[in-house]
């Protein structure tokens, strides 16, 4: 079995490029933002669902605690 310990996206937008990347690294969630200039991106972490961060053009790096790989849910048929 296969853990997912990190993923990126980046996805080109009018004012420039938006990015998100994550790496869970034991029991520690990193998610880091690139937001274009002249935007904002609102931020959910899993933690704080319902307290999402506002984070202006830059980049930005948010951690908080979060389950270990070793503690996910089996894929299917497995």
């Not at 490029?17 to 933002?33: F, I, K, N, P, Y």
């Not at 951690?63 to 996910?72: E, G, L, Y």
Request: charged fraction near 25%; glycine fraction near 6%.
């Amino acid at each position: 079995m296969s853990l997912v310990t990190r993923a990126r996206a980046v996805h080109r937008r009018p004012y420039g490029h938006a990015e998100v990347s994550w790496e869970r690294t034991g029991e520690d969630l990193e998610l880091r933002v690139v937001v274009p200039p002249n935007t904002t991106a609102t931020v959910h972490l899993p933690t704080e669902p319902d307290a999402p961060t506002e984070s202006g053009s830059g980049t930005h790096v948010l951690r908080c605690a979060f389950r270990a790989p070793a503690d996910d849910m089996p894929p299917p048929n497995e």
